[in-house]
């Protein structure tokens, strides 16, 4: 069953008794998901003297020869482990863009890691509205995406890109070159007047042989270890220091909050059929912007019946993702024999200017399209014919904003994760997807296919508990503290103001690791003293 708006959907409702635990466990700081947040923020911390627990609903991808085994992956969807959602309008059920893994989405992310530019700091006009200014700046963020950029391995070139924002150091490894036929696209680009730019990527791709080993990396695990996903570059060497612990399948629940309702007391979580009581003196939320949310929703209390953090009901509002549509072009006389098409983007109409009142978005490749993957979409569709349109095809991904709406948004009905989206900004993106078809034309590709994606297609999710300087109209503070709670963070991607309208991943390891220096100033995570009956955490880590 649907509901119209998501006013209308029903608040989760406390638990009827007390549960009780199997076991309870004490740590320093406890961190909820081990994804491009939580395992930024584990990294961050693992030197800091605190003991660090990571809890982690997913356990580890195994590397394996399926990695790269396309029917695998798409067909059978073989590394697809999420729980399913709902459209809450429609009460239909789907598979959303998230895994749960050790490292999260990151094991199957296509490793693109652009800043976001300055603007998408400040208040910006776009057609539909105004896209709200964030309560820091560009300039604040800039040194924490220079170490973002370190630990992820970032190749890129600055001064290609006309947007992009000031660096206070250079790329830590050479952009990545195009293979011919995307060298091709970007000479006629360029010779169209336009300026396509070498993406900015954490891939360790700069050989043909390596190429050839991460050709199915986007939307795939890597079995070869060339992608910095958070597992490899953040929760490994956290593990690594000793002081940070990792607790896979183990789900949280709900969060335990004071009677005053301003300090968590204790997250309750569930590992192979037992309740665990994990107790600390910070709790570093990190389950992705809409697990986040739901569980602040879930732990609602008679005292605090909207769930937690939520005095200002914005907790799960604000909901955004993309605009997004997946291009292709196709040239009935040429193959595309390109491995890995991630290294070009153009941003040409990104913001406002002389061809654009308003700003339209970014283009960037996706990883190769095969025929498996187009199977998915058009599964009556003749494998022949898929496999010689994809062996023709270049293929594109273009992004414009989603501004955020207090009616798109996501609640918990019956335990069960609902979803509401009405897609809103919608021109400049059917805008962005006209002037790219007349410059792929142009590039040589006459035949052009456009899928805009809908609901389920929501990995750049955003904007659940956004960030901002007064309670009432930000559920967190600037540096994304709880403005209702004295010990509870958010550090995945529910804080952004804006969803921009570039990839996230960078965005939200590089605020980790500010909030992280923010702990650290004011002392934070200082030890706290270990009681003797104290139990240390168990590790379930396989
Ligand atoms: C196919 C694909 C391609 C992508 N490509 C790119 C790209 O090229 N560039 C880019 O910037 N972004 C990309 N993204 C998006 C990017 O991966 C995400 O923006 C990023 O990983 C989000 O970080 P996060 O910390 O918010 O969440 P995640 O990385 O998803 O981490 C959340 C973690 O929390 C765990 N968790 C959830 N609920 C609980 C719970 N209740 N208890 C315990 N643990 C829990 C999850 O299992 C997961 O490990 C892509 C995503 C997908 C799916």
């Given at each position: 069953?649907?509901?119209?708006?998501?006013?209308?959907?029903?608040?989760?409702?406390?638990?009827?008794?007390?549960?009780?635990?199997?076991?309870?466990?004490?740590?320093?700081?406890?961190?909820?998901?081990?994804?491009?947040?939580?395992?930024?923020?584990?990294?961050?911390?693992?030197?800091?003297g605190?003991?660090?627990?990571?809890?982690?609903?997913?356990?580890?991808?195994?590397?394996?020869?399926?990695?790269?085994?396309?029917?695998?992956?798409?067909?059978?969807?073989?590394?697809?482990n999420?729980?399913?959602?709902?459209?809450?309008?429609?009460?239909?059920?789907?598979?959303?863009?998230?895994?749960?893994?050790?490292?999260?989405?990151?094991?199957?992310?296509?490793?693109?890691?652009?800043?976001f530019?300055?603007?998408?700091?400040?208040?910006?006009?776009?057609q539909?509205?105004?896209?709200?200014?964030?309560?820091?700046?560009?300039?604040?963020?800039?040194?924490?995406?220079?170490?973002a950029?370190?630990?992820?391995?970032?190749?890129?070139?600055?001064?290609?890109?006309?947007?992009e924002?000031?660096?206070?150091?250079?790329?830590?490894?050479?952009?990545?070159?195009?293979?011919?036929?995307?060298?091709?696209?970007?000479?006629?680009?360029?010779?169209?007047?336009?300026?396509?730019?070498?993406?900015?990527?954490?891939?360790?791709?700069?050989?043909?042989?390596?190429?050839?080993?991460?050709?199915?990396?986007?939307?795939?695990?890597?079995?070869?270890?060339?992608?910095?996903?958070?597992?490899?570059?953040?929760?490994?060497?956290?593990?690594?220091?000793g002081?940070?612990?990792?607790?896979?399948?183990?789900?949280?629940?709900?969060?335990?909050?004071?009677?005053?309702?301003?300090?968590?007391?204790?997250?309750?979580?569930?590992?192979?059929?037992?309740?665990?009581?994990?107790?600390?003196?910070?709790?570093?939320?990190?389950?992705?912007?809409?697990?986040?949310?739901?569980?602040?929703?879930?732990?609602?209390t008679?005292?605090?019946?909207?769930?937690?953090?939520n005095?200002?009901?914005?907790?799960?509002?604000?909901?955004?993702?993309?605009?997004?549509?997946?291009?292709?072009?196709?040239?009935?006389?040429?193959?595309?024999?390109?491995?890995?098409?991630?290294?070009?983007?153009?941003?040409?109409?990104?913001?406002?200017?002389?061809?654009?009142?308003?700003?339209?978005?970014n283009?960037?490749?996706?990883?190769?399209?095969?025929?498996?993957?187009?199977?998915?979409?058009?599964?009556?569709?003749?494998?022949?014919?898929?496999?010689?349109?994809?062996?023709?095809?270049?293929?594109?991904?273009?992004?414009?904003?989603?501004?955020?709406?207090?009616?798109?948004?996501?609640?918990?009905?019956?335990?069960?994760?609902?979803?509401?989206?009405?897609?809103?900004?919608?021109?400049?993106?059917?805008?962005?997807?006209?002037r790219?078809?007349?410059?792929?034309r142009?590039?040589?590709?006459?035949v052009?296919?456009?899928?805009?994606?809908?609901?389920?297609?929501?990995?750049?999710?955003?904007g659940?508990?956004?960030?901002?300087?007064?309670?009432?109209?930000?559920?967190?503070?600037?540096?994304?503290?709880?403005?209702?709670?004295?010990?509870?963070?958010?550090?995945?991607?529910?804080?952004?103001?804006?969803?921009?309208?570039?990839?996230?991943?960078?965005?939200?390891?590089?605020?980790?690791?500010?909030?992280?220096?923010?702990?650290?100033?004011?002392?934070?995570?200082?030890?706290?003293?270990?009681?003797?009956?104290?139990?240390?955490?168990?590790?379930?880590?396989?």
């Open positions: 069953m649907g509901y119209t708006t998501i006013d209308e959907a029903p608040m989760p409702q406390p638990p009827a008794e007390p549960v009780t635990p199997n076991e309870v466990i004490r740590t320093d700081v406890a961190i909820i998901g081990s994804g491009m947040g939580g395992g930024t923020m584990a990294y961050a911390l693992k030197d800091s605190a003991k660090i627990l990571v809890i982690e609903r997913g356990h580890r991808l195994p590397s394996e020869p399926e990695n790269s085994d396309l029917n695998e992956v798409y067909l059978k969807g073989r590394y697809k999420a729980d399913t959602w709902y459209n809450g309008r429609t009460g239909a059920g789907f598979k959303p863009g998230v895994y749960y893994w050790v490292g999260g989405n990151t094991k199957v992310y296509g490793a693109c890691l652009p800043r530019r300055a603007s998408d700091f400040e208040e910006t006009q776009h539909d509205g105004t896209s709200p200014a964030w309560p820091f700046s560009y300039a604040d963020l800039e040194p924490y995406y220079t170490r950029e370190e630990l992820f391995q970032v190749h890129g070139q600055i001064g290609e890109d006309p947007t924002p000031p660096h206070s150091k250079a790329y830590p490894y050479p952009a990545l070159d195009h293979e011919p036929a995307i060298q091709d696209l970007a000479d006629s680009f360029r010779r169209q007047g336009l300026h396509p730019f070498r993406m900015a990527n954490g891939l360790d791709a700069d050989t043909p042989e390596k190429r050839a080993l991460c050709a199915t990396s986007d939307g795939a695990p890597n079995e070869a270890g060339l992608k910095a996903d958070a597992e490899k570059v953040t929760v490994d060497p956290a593990l690594a220091s002081n940070v612990t990792l607790m896979t399948d183990t789900k949280v629940t709900r969060l335990v909050a004071s009677p005053d309702g301003q300090t968590i007391l204790a997250a309750l979580a569930e590992n192979n059929g037992r309740v665990i009581r994990i107790e600390a003196d910070k709790f570093i939320l990190a389950a992705g912007a809409v697990n986040s949310a739901a569980l602040l929703l879930r732990s609602a008679p005292e605090n019946p909207r769930g937690l953090a005095s200002s009901g914005l907790v799960g509002r604000n909901y955004m993702v993309h605009n997004s549509t997946f291009f292709i072009g196709i040239n009935p006389f040429k193959v595309n024999r390109t491995l890995w098409q991630k290294t070009l983007g153009l941003n040409d109409w990104y913001e406002a200017g002389p061809s654009n009142k308003y700003p339209l978005g283009l960037q490749m996706l990883g190769k399209l095969r025929a498996s993957m187009l199977k998915m979409a058009r599964s009556w569709a003749p494998n022949p014919i898929l496999k010689a349109m994809s062996d023709r095809s270049i293929d594109i991904y273009l992004t414009t904003e989603d501004l955020p709406r207090r009616d798109n948004g996501i609640s918990v009905i019956d335990g069960k994760i609902h979803v509401w989206w009405e897609p809103n900004n919608l021109g400049p993106h059917k805008e962005l997807v006209k790219i078809s007349k410059a792929v142009k590039a040589g590709y006459p052009i296919f456009t899928e805009r994606m809908g609901i389920e297609t929501n990995s750049h999710q955003c659940t508990a956004v960030a901002g300087h007064d309670p009432h109209t930000s559920v967190l503070t600037p540096d994304c503290r709880a403005h209702d709670l004295n010990n509870l963070w958010i550090v995945d991607s529910s804080f952004f103001p804006s969803s921009a309208a570039l990839n996230p991943a960078l965005t939200i390891a590089a605020n980790a690791l500010r909030v992280a220096d923010s702990l650290l100033a004011t002392g934070t995570t200082s030890p706290t003293t270990m009681t003797a009956d104290n139990r240390q955490p168990t590790t379930n880590d396989r």
